[in-house]
């Protein structure tokens, strides 16, 4: 049997959105940090979201004939200033109380 290629340290709670609860940060500055810190980089991309992928794929894809067309694009909604603010401040509230 081969061995695994790397260890998951990550608790299954941090995953996802919420990785600043991981106890891999130390601090609840640090798990602040951390989270601030992912979330605006995603409002900087967040007009992206706007961009029709599918679309683009399908006009500038090559299908080399590999097998069957899976689709790994998803739309994302569309998040505006004040709710992702809200969303901030929520994930900051579970963060203090952590």
């Known amino acids: 049997m081969a061995a695994a290629l790397a260890l998951k ?15 891999r940060y130390g601090s609840k500055i640090e ?14 991309l967040h007009k992206v979201r706007e961009l029709d992928l599918p679309k683009i794929l399908e006009e500038n894809g090559v299908d080399f004939g590999f097998g069957e067309e899976r689709s790994w694009l998803h739309q994302s909604p569309r998040v505006t ?18």
Not at 31 to 44: F, G, V
Not at 81 to 98: D, F, H, N, P, Q
């Open 9 to 23: 340290v990550k608790e299954e709670e941090a995953e996802s959105y919420m990785d600043a609860l991981s106890s």
């Open 31 to 44: 798990k602040s940090i951390r989270m601030l810190r992912t979330e605006l980089d995603r409002w900087k």
């Open 81 to 98: 200033l004040r709710a992702w603010v809200m969303g901030v401040l929520r994930k900051e509230k579970i963060i203090l109380r952590s």
